[in-house]
């Protein structure tokens, strides 16, 4: 089989039609001293705000997605006209609409460039090449200061130092970092459709993906890049995901997943040839494949039990037995995302601290100790090398959104990458420059139980809890980070955090409603937050090694109850808020999910469905019911009742109750397009349930083109 993109392999597949770039999903970004805000046709410069019209907003949106690149204008019209016959002069129209908002601003915060019968590329200040810029003029007199200094050494010392200059030069020259610059984007695959895991080849000729649904019947095709054709690789009614090419191509790799059964590996030869089981995993649904350069090894990821970290395997291409190569601390969640070098030596990946808190390591192929690349511990969702090795790419919201970063392979300050409207994911290098990315667009809002949006944003926000006197509190992730807000009735929404987060969650009200506390990640530490409810600086009550999963006040209003994982032990721990960082053990190991009811405590349990009542203490655990099937923060206690929401496979997702003491438990309520990462909260005064809905979803692939600056 060609690895060039001459051809394509399988059984041809129709796609549905393009879809047009939608306004409503579109998230807010930054043009310089220009905020835009796509979903209201907004934009700000300090006090004054333009409302473009609908079509000049899309025009604008659709340059800033493509990071700089050049935008041809029949991709244009596509993406913001659609089906709808229009002439160029049209695209002209918005095009000069939004030169003039460019010079309405001293600063030039971004231009729009015509590139001559292609099409046109939005340049913004934070676009701009470093390479671009020049430097500083140095003051008058500098250079007489610096030669009357030099002028003092004797000629044999300014002898020996031109020397040194000149070999320390020449030793800088060689080993200096890579610089990268974005030199295109296109989209790959951008359908309704959900397209993820893109692989490339090792040409970059082609691209095999994934489409479909987690959880739901997944296929695995292949698109030619150079003329936009796409066949079926891999298909059937099993979830077939995570394709890796073999480095000749004419094999491909993926990982079949059957619901609620390990994951199994197997190989395809390319291009009608049949498939092979390689290996079964031993504890995990889900794996990353890659294949070593000599195509002789695959390495995967897999847990050695249920509840361990992860960590890499790795075994030969024609079959035998499974050996570990990476060994994580036992209190991670472990490793992912493994790549290996190009010249074979290497191997990287993301090692997971805990949710929303990990780096890149890098370790010798063969084994011994993992060097770490990345010390900030931010969130990193992707990862790959370069082709000359020289650097990792990685996607990362270490600036508040998901956007591409690269960092030399042995490390140092990670350089972002272009700039974008849609979330970056998973990324795949091919050997002409180019990389793959799964670009996310999401959208979900807060909803009343069988009502209407609460919250119309574009982003995602989930419910945290509601006061007793009605407020509100929920976290909003948008482009600028994730932050804490709360709504009194009547009122807008008021921003309450102002430092950066890569996770946040499980926010509760005091009993008073006069404080309000919550968990996050911050600078790669979980902690524990307190806010008062007329806002302020936030106070840490907790902060260290911990991996924080849910908390509940107590009647006092003075102590909380947590679950935590600490040295990879989960159990409920009691901290007192008076006393910040008292922290002291309640229960044994297992409990993953905590809230307070009049009667004691209510407990979730790690890997087991259901709910446990618990004395005070931790002491008696008695099982209350078979639901839900995983734990949940979409769990709240109201009175003698409690309602949590559960997600039963392939059925629209439900909020049970049932008394906190026992007894039966009954459906109260559908909760269609819940999130998994939806909370639940009850207005005291009303009864309504307020739960996360989405309302939008698409996962695309894109291609960036990369050169090098240095």
Same mark, same amino acid.
């Given at each position: 089989?060609?690895?060039?993109?001459?051809?394509?392999?399988?059984?041809?597949?129709?796609?549905?039609?393009?879809?047009?770039?939608?306004?409503?999903?579109?998230?807010?970004?930054?043009?310089?001293?220009?905020?835009?805000?796509?979903?209201?046709?907004?934009?700000?410069?300090?006090?004054?705000?333009?409302?473009?019209?609908?079509?000049?907003?899309?025009?604008?949106?659709?340059?800033?997605?493509?990071?700089?690149?050049?935008?041809?204008?029949?991709?244009?019209?596509?993406?913001?006209?659609?089906?709808?016959?229009?002439?160029?002069?049209?695209?002209?129209?918005?095009?000069?609409?939004?030169?003039?908002?460019?010079?309405?601003?001293?600063?030039?915060?971004?231009?729009?460039?015509?590139?001559?019968?292609?099409?046109?590329?939005?340049?913004?200040?934070?676009?701009?090449?470093?390479?671009?810029?020049?430097?500083?003029?140095?003051?008058?007199?500098?250079?007489?200061?610096?030669?009357?200094?030099?002028?003092?050494?004797?000629?044999?010392?300014?002898?020996?130092?031109?020397?040194?200059?000149?070999?320390?030069?020449?030793?800088?020259?060689?080993?200096?970092?890579?610089?990268?610059?974005?030199?295109?984007?296109?989209?790959?695959?951008?359908?309704?459709?959900?397209?993820?895991?893109?692989?490339?080849?090792?040409?970059?000729?082609?691209?095999?993906?994934?489409?479909?649904?987690?959880?739901?019947?997944?296929?695995?095709?292949?698109?030619?890049?150079?003329?936009?054709?796409?066949?079926?690789?891999?298909?059937?009614?099993?979830?077939?995901?995570?394709?890796?090419?073999?480095?000749?191509?004419?094999?491909?790799?993926?990982?079949?997943?059957?619901?609620?059964?390990?994951?199994?590996?197997?190989?395809?030869?390319?291009?009608?040839?049949?498939?092979?089981?390689?290996?079964?995993?031993?504890?995990?649904?889900?794996?990353?494949?890659?294949?070593?350069?000599?195509?002789?090894?695959?390495?995967?990821?897999?847990?050695?039990?249920?509840?361990?970290?992860?960590?890499?395997?790795?075994?030969?291409?024609?079959?035998?037995?499974?050996?570990?190569?990476?060994?994580?601390?036992?209190?991670?969640?472990?490793?992912?995302?493994?790549?290996?070098?190009?010249?074979?030596?290497?191997?990287?990946?993301?090692?997971?601290?805990?949710?929303?808190?990990?780096?890149?390591?890098?370790?010798?192929?063969?084994?011994?100790?993992?060097?770490?690349?990345?010390?900030?511990?931010?969130?990193?969702?992707?990862?790959?090398?370069?082709?000359?090795?020289?650097?990792?790419?990685?996607?990362?919201?270490?600036? #508040?959104?998901? @956007? !591409?970063?690269?960092? $030399?392979?042995? +490390? =140092?300050? /990670?350089?972002?990458?272009? *700039? %974008?409207?849609? &979330?970056?994911?998973?990324?795949?290098?091919?050997?002409?420059?180019?990389?793959?990315?799964?670009?996310?667009?999401?959208?979900?809002?807060?909803?009343?139980?069988?009502?209407?949006?609460?919250?119309?944003?574009?982003?995602?926000?989930?419910?945290?809890?509601?006061?007793?006197?009605?407020?509100?509190?929920?976290?909003?992730?948008?482009?600028?980070?994730?932050?804490?807000?709360?709504?009194?009735?009547?009122?807008?929404?008021?921003?309450?955090?102002?430092?950066?987060?890569?996770?946040?969650?499980?926010?509760?009200?005091?009993?008073?409603?006069?404080?309000?506390?919550?968990?996050?990640?911050?600078? #790669?530490?979980? @902690? !524990?937050?307190?806010? $008062?409810?007329? +806002? =302020?600086? /936030?106070?840490?009550?907790? *902060? %260290?090694?911990? &991996?924080?999963?849910?908390?509940?006040?107590?009647?006092?209003?003075?102590?909380?109850?947590?679950?935590?994982?600490?040295?990879?032990?989960?159990?409920?721990?009691?901290?007192?808020?008076?006393?910040?960082?008292?922290?002291?053990?309640?229960?044994?190991?297992?409990?993953?999910?905590?809230?307070?009811?009049?009667?004691?405590?209510?407990?979730?349990?790690?890997?087991?469905?259901?709910?446990?009542?618990?004395?005070?203490?931790?002491?008696?655990?008695?099982?209350?019911?078979?639901?839900?099937?995983?734990?949940?923060?979409?769990?709240?206690?109201?009175?003698?009742?409690?309602?949590?929401?559960?997600?039963?496979?392939?059925?629209?997702?439900?909020?049970?109750?049932?008394?906190?003491?026992?007894?039966?438990?009954?459906?109260?309520?559908?909760?269609?397009?819940?999130?998994?990462?939806?909370?639940?909260?009850?207005?005291?005064?009303?009864?309504?349930?307020?739960?996360?809905?989405?309302?939008?979803?698409?996962?695309?692939?894109?291609?960036?083109?990369?050169?090098?600056?240095?």
């Amino acid at each position: 089989m060609a690895d060039d993109g001459s051809q394509l392999t399988g059984e041809a597949k129709s796609f549905a039609p393009h879809r047009r770039l939608d306004l409503a999903n579109e998230h807010d970004f930054q043009l310089g001293a220009f905020r835009v805000r796509p979903a209201y046709r907004e934009v700000r410069r300090g006090d004054v705000i333009d409302i473009l019209e609908p079509r000049v907003m899309q025009v604008l949106a659709a340059l800033a997605r493509r990071m700089g690149a050049v935008v041809s204008r029949d991709e244009l019209l596509r993406d913001c006209w659609g089906d709808v016959s229009v002439t160029d002069d049209s695209l002209h129209r918005c095009i000069g609409r939004l030169r003039k908002l460019s010079e309405s601003d001293d600063r030039r915060s971004f231009v729009i460039e015509t590139v001559p019968r292609v099409g046109y590329r939005l340049v913004a200040a934070d676009l701009v090449d470093s390479s671009d810029i020049q430097p500083a003029r140095p003051a008058e007199g500098a250079p007489e200061v610096k030669a009357r200094r030099l002028g003092h050494l004797p000629l044999l010392a300014l002898g020996g130092l031109v020397v040194a200059l000149v070999a320390t030069g020449g030793w800088w020259l060689m080993n200096r970092p890579e610089t990268w610059r974005v030199a295109g984007f296109e989209s790959v695959a951008d359908t309704p459709a959900y397209e993820s895991q893109p692989a490339l080849s090792a040409s970059g000729g082609q691209v095999a993906y994934t489409v479909g649904q987690d959880g739901e019947e997944q296929d695995i095709f292949v698109r030619n890049i150079r003329d936009g054709s796409t066949a079926l690789l891999v298909g059937g009614p099993m979830a077939d995901t995570s394709p890796a090419w073999s480095p000749t191509g004419d094999r491909l790799a993926f990982v079949r997943v059957v619901p609620d059964t390990p994951c199994q590996i197997f190989i395809k030869t390319l291009p009608n040839g049949p498939e092979r089981r390689l290996a079964a995993c031993r504890n995990f649904e889900i794996s990353k494949i890659v294949w070593s350069p000599d195509g002789a090894r695959l390495y995967f990821i897999d847990r050695p039990a249920r509840s361990a970290a992860r960590r890499i395997y790795s075994v030969a291409a024609e079959g035998g037995p499974v050996t570990a190569v990476t060994s994580p601390p036992a209190w991670m969640r472990g490793d992912r995302d493994l790549v290996i070098s190009p010249d074979g030596r290497s191997l990287a990946f993301i090692r997971l601290a805990t949710i929303g808190v990990s780096d890149i390591y890098v370790q010798d192929i063969g084994g011994g100790t993992a060097r770490r690349i990345t010390h900030d511990g931010a969130e990193v969702a992707g990862l790959t090398w370069s082709s000359s090795g020289g650097s990792l790419f990685f996607a990362s919201n270490r600036s #508040g959104d998901f @956007g !591409v970063w690269s960092v $030399a392979s042995d +490390g =140092g300050e /990670p350089v972002r990458l272009g *700039s %974008g409207l849609r &979330e970056v994911r998973k990324l795949s290098t091919g050997a002409d420059g180019t990389l793959a990315m799964e670009l996310v667009d999401v959208r979900a809002n807060l909803a009343e139980v069988g009502g209407e949006l609460i919250t119309k944003e574009a982003g995602v926000q989930w419910a945290g809890d509601i006061s007793p006197t009605g407020v509100l509190a929920f976290v909003a992730d948008t482009r600028a980070g994730r932050s804490v807000w709360t709504r009194a009735p009547g009122q807008p929404a008021q921003k309450m955090t102002f430092f950066q987060t890569t996770h946040m969650d499980d926010l509760r009200w005091s009993p008073d409603g006069r404080r309000l506390v919550f968990v996050a990640a911050s600078h #790669g530490r979980y @902690g !524990v937050y307190e806010i $008062a409810a007329g +806002g =302020g600086p /936030p106070r840490i009550l907790l *902060s %260290g090694d911990y &991996e924080i999963s849910s908390l509940s006040w107590e009647a006092n209003g003075q102590t909380l109850v947590l679950a935590a994982k600490r040295g990879g032990v989960r159990r409920l721990w009691r901290l007192d808020t008076r006393k910040p960082g008292d922290l002291t053990p309640i229960t044994g190991p297992g409990w993953t999910a905590v809230r307070v009811s009049p009667s004691g405590l209510l407990a979730m349990k790690q890997d087991t469905p259901g709910i446990w009542k618990l004395a005070a203490d931790g002491t008696g655990a008695q099982r209350l019911s078979d639901s839900p099937s995983s734990p949940t923060n979409a769990w709240i206690v109201q009175g003698d009742r409690q309602f949590w929401l559960d997600m039963p496979r392939g059925r629209t997702p439900v909020i049970m109750t049932s008394r906190v003491d026992g007894g039966p438990v009954s459906v109260a309520a559908e909760a269609p397009s819940a999130t998994s990462y939806s909370g639940l909260a009850i207005d005291p005064a009303t009864g309504k349930m307020i739960y996360t809905r989405q309302v939008h979803m698409d996962i695309d692939i894109g291609l960036m083109r990369l050169e090098r600056a240095g």
